[in-house]
């Protein structure tokens, strides 16, 4: 089965990555459990996500002869976490690119305004030349996912590419109001948000599941 592709959203479908979702939303699987299943999980997506990198060639010797072969710059790609939950994707992306960078966004939300505030930032220097992948596993509101494209858009990297575990099209519509042209990579659309902005039916808090904080 190949990803599902729409309107500058995939949804990849592969039948591992929706095997560990359904394990992952189980409210009985484990901390442990469940970072283990999001590391692997973001192991997969990674796949789909790097699909379309840029690629050289190069001159090398195998033991027989001289051949030209493609490798890509995995030094030009930027993951960027979107604290603290993002933290969860970067080893199973990084397993895959070892080479990439990694930057960090600490957003927390405003109690009254429900506005994304900023508390921490910190990017790889030569950002315009760079491609980044944001990570988050769950595009709500798509209030966090906006204020951290913003302000890495301010930096002027070559491409921006959002990937989140669980998604619903209120945060997809959101994003792709405010930012058409960024391509997000999704395991799931779910049905919608409830009023204090979950996903349903979701995973529950994917930080709190991750770090065992509830
Ligand atoms: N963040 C989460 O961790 N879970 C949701 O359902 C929505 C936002």
């Known amino acids: 089965m190949s990803p599902i592709a729409d309107k500058n959203v995939c949804v990849v479908n592969h039948p591992m990555v929706q095997h560990k979702l359904t394990l992952m939303r189980d409210k009985h699987t484990s901390s442990s459990s469940f970072r283990v299943l999001l590391n692997e999980i ?23 002869e001289k051949m030209t072969s493609k490798v890509i710059d995995g030094k030009k790609l930027v993951f960027v976490s979107i604290l603290r939950a993002g933290n969860g994707i970067l080893d199973g992306m990084l397993a895959v690119v070892p080479n990439a960078r ?12 429900l506005a994304a505030v900023e508390y921490y930032f910190k990017l790889p220097e ?34 921006i590419k959002f990937v ?23 395991a799931a659309i779910d049905r919608q948000l409830d009023a204090k902005a979950y996903i349903l039916p979701g995973l529950g808090d994917a930080g709190d599941r991750i770090f065992g904080t509830k």
């Open 126 to 159: 030569n950002l315009n030349q760079r491609d980044v992948i944001l990570v988050d596993p769950m595009l709500a509101t798509g209030h966090s996912a906006i204020a951290a494209i913003a302000r890495i858009k301010e930096l002027g990297p070559r491409s």
């Open 102 to 113: 990694v930057g960090h966004i600490g957003l927390y939300r405003d109690p009254k305004t």
């Open 42 to 64: 973001s192991t997969l997506m990674a796949y789909e996500v790097t699909r379309d990198l840029a690629m050289q060639d190069i001159e090398i010797e195998t033991p027989l």
């Open 164 to 186: 989140c575990l669980v998604s619903c099209q209120q945060g997809i519509q959101a994003v792709h109001e405010r930012f058409p042209d960024i391509m997000i990579y999704t």
